[in-house]
C-alpha cells in the first residue's frame, strides 16, 4: 500500500497543480476523484501482490517444464497462442480498433485489424522464444524489424501509419506483460549458456514492434484494393467523449459487475491455453495449485479494483483537462501537461511495476527498479510532450520515428548488454491500463481542435512516442551506470 500510495502521488500532484493554478477551476466530482484514487492504490497493491504469488511462478514453471519436455514444436505453439489469443480480446486494442473503423469511414474494418495485430503478436511472441533458444543477440532482429517498419512506411497510406505505429503500443496488457516476462526469465534460466537478463527479457519488444509491420501492410492492402465506403461517417471535429476507452458508466451495482466480468473475460484466454499446455501436452498438475488460484484471484480482484478506481475519477478530469487546455491556445501549457502526465501515469504504470521488479530480482539487484522506472517515465514523458508538437505544428509522424529509430540503433552500439533487452522491453509496457486512454484523448483531442488537422492522420501516434523514447532513455541509463561504476572502481 505505501508503495502504491507513492506511485500514485505524482499524477494527483500534476492534476492537482494544473487544476488549481492553470485552469482554475475546482473539479464538481472532487469526492468521487479522492474515493476513485483511494480504490485505485488499494487495487495496485492486490494486484502486484497476486503477481508475485501467482502469475510470475505460473510463467516460470510452465518454462521450466517446456524446457524439461524438449518440444520445440509446443512450446512455439504455446508461445502463438498465448499472443493471439491475449490480443484479439485486449480492451485497448479493440477500443483503437472501432475508433479506426470511425474515423476512417469504415475503409479499416476493426475486426481484421485486430485480428491482424493478433496474428503479429501471436508470431512476435514465438519468433521471441526461438530467439532465446538458439541465443541470439536480441539486437540484430529489433534493428531488421525497424529498418523494416521504416522502409513499409514510405509505401504505406498515410491514414495508416500513426495507427500502424500506435497498435505496437497498445497489444500488451496488464496480465499479459507479467505473464510472458517470466515466461522468458524461466526459458532463459533452464537453458544452459543463457543469461536470464540479457536473454530472458525481449519478448515484450518483439510484441510491440511487429505489429507496425503488419499493421502497415494490410493499410496498404486495404487502400490498393478497396474502393469509397458507402458510408462516410469521418467528422471533422470529434467530442472528447469519443475518442477516449473509458466510458462514464453509472457506478451501480449491475455496473460494477459487467467491469468485473470484463476482467475475467480478459483473463479466461490466458487461463485457457495455460491449462490446456499444462494437462495435455505437458501432463503434470500444477505445482501448488492454492498459492497460484490465490495469485490469480488476486490479480483479477486488483486489476478490477484499478480500473474501478480510475473510471470514478481521473480518466473523466484527464480528458476534460485536455479539451480545456487545448482550448487555452497556449501550446506551451499542452507541452507541460503532456510532459507531466507521461511521467506520472508510467510511474503507476502496473505492468511497468511488473517488469522492473523481476529485472531487479534477476540482476540481483544490479537494476534499481525504482531508478529503471524513472528513466521510463522519463522517456515517455518526453517522447508525448514531442508527440504533442508534432501534432501542433502539423509535421508528418514517420520522420519522428525514423530520427527516434536511427537513435536506439546507434546507442544499442554503446549501451551494456544486461540493460538492451529491458530497454526494448520497456517500450512495450509503457503504453497499458493508466497510459493509453489519457494519452489517446489528448492527442485525438488536439488534433479536433486545430484547425486543419485530419485525427485519424495526426490524432494517432502519441502511444508511439510513448513507446520510442524510453527505449532511449533506458539504454541512457545503462551507460551511466556502466561509466560511473567504471569510474568509481578505477577511483578505488
Given amino acids: 500500500m505505501k508503495g502504491s500510495v507513492r506511485d500514485l502521488l505524482p499524477i494527483i500532484i500534476v492534476i492537482a497543480v494544473f487544476q488549481i493554478f492553470i485552469i482554475q477551476q475546482v473539479p464538481e466530482n472532487l469526492f468521487s476523484i479522492v474515493i476513485g484514487l483511494t480504490i485505485v492504490a488499494v487495487g495496485l497493491a492486490v494486484f502486484i501482490q497476486g503477481l508475485e504469488t501467482g502469475i510470475f511462478p505460473l510463467g516460470e514453471n510452465l518454462a521450466n ?6 518440444s520445440l514444436f509446443f512450446l512455439l505453439l504455446f508461445s502463438f497462442l498465448i499472443g493471439f489469443s491475449t490480443t484479439i480480446a485486449e480492451p485497448a486494442l479493440i477500443a483503437i ?56 512506411t514510405f509505401f504505406a497510406p ?51 514492434l511487429t505489429p507496425m509491420i503488419f499493421v502497415q501492410i494490410y493499410g496498404i492492402l486495404v487502400y490498393a484494393f478497396s474502393g469509397s465506403p458507402e458510408f462516410v461517417t469521418f467528422q471533422s471535429e470529434l467530442e472528447i467523449s469519443e475518442v477516449t476507452y473509458s466510458e462514464r458508466k453509472p457506478f451501480w451495482l449491475t455496473e460494477l459487475f459487467y467491469d468485473l466480468i470484463g476482467i475475467i473475460k480478459d483473463v479466461i484466454p490466458i487461463l485457457a491455453v495455460i491449462f490446456l499446455f499444462q494437462f495435455f501436452v505437458i501432463k503434470k498438475p500444477l505445482p501448488h495449485p492454492k498459492k497460484i488460484t490465490v495469485g490469480i484471484i488476486l490479480v483479477i480482484i486488483g486489476l478490477y479494483l484499478f480500473i474501478v478506481g480510475l473510471e470514478m475519477g481521473l480518466f473523466p478530469l484527464g480528458e476534460t483537462m485536455a479539451v480545456q487546455l487545448t482550448e487555452t491556445g ?63 505544428v502539423g509535421d508528418s509522424i514517420h520522420y519522428y520515428i525514423i530520427v527516434g529509430y536511427i537513435v536506439v540503433i546507434i546507442m544499442t552500439y554503446f549501451a551494456p548488454r544486461y540493460i538492451i533487452p529491458i530497454a526494448y522491453d520497456s517500450g512495450g509496457v509503457t ?30 501516434g502519441l502511444i508511439a512516442f510513448a513507446s520510442l523514447f524510453p527505449m532511449i532513455t533506458v539504454m541512457g541509463y545503462g551507460i551511466i551506470a556502466e561509466f560511473l561504476t567504471k569510474k568509481f572502481k578505477k577511483e578505488g
Fill in 65 to 70: 517444464e517446456f524446457a524439461k519436455k524438449g
Fill in 97 to 152: 480498433a472501432d475508433k479506426a473503423a470511425v474515423i476512417s469511414g469504415g475503409k479499416i474494418d476493426a475486426f481484421w485489424l485486430r485480428v491482424t495485430v493478433a496474428l503479429s503478436v501471436g508470431f512476435a511472441i514465438a519468433l521471441g522464444v526461438l530467439r532465446i533458444i538458439l541465443g541470439h543477440p536480441i539486437h540484430w532482429y529489433i534493428i531488421v524489424g525497424y529498418i523494416i517498419v521504416v522502409v513499409i
Fill in 158 to 208: 498515410p491514414e495508416i501509419v500513426g495507427l500502424a505505429y500506435d497498435s505496437g503500443g497498445v497489444t500488451t496488457s496488464t496480465v499479459t506483460v507479467p505473464l510472458v516476462t517470466a515466461l522468458g526469465i524461466g526459458l532463459a534460466s533452464s537453458i544452459r549458456g543463457r543469461n536470464p537478463v540479457i536473454d530472458g527479457f525481449g519478448l515484450i519488444a518483439f510484441a510491440s
Fill in 330 to 392: 497556449k501550446v506551451f501549457l499542452i507541452y507541460l501537461f503532456g510532459f507531466l502526465i507521461g511521467f506520472s501515469t508510467t510511474m503507476a504504470e502496473p505492468a511497468l511495476i511488473a517488469v522492473a521488479l523481476k529485472a531487479k530480482e534477476v540482476s540481483n539487484g544490479k537494476i534499481n527498479d525504482l531508478i529503471l522506472r524513472m528513466f521510463v517515465a522519463l522517456g515517455v514523458a518526453v517522447g508525448i510532450a514531442l508527440g504533442c508538437y508534432r501534432i501542433v
Fill in 431 to 460: 503504453t497499458s491500463t493508466v497510459t493509453v486512454p489519457l494519452v489517446a484523448a489528448l492527442g485525438l483531442g488536439l488534433a479536433s481542435n486545430i484547425e486543419g488537422r485530419n485525427p485519424l492522420i495526426d490524432g494517432f
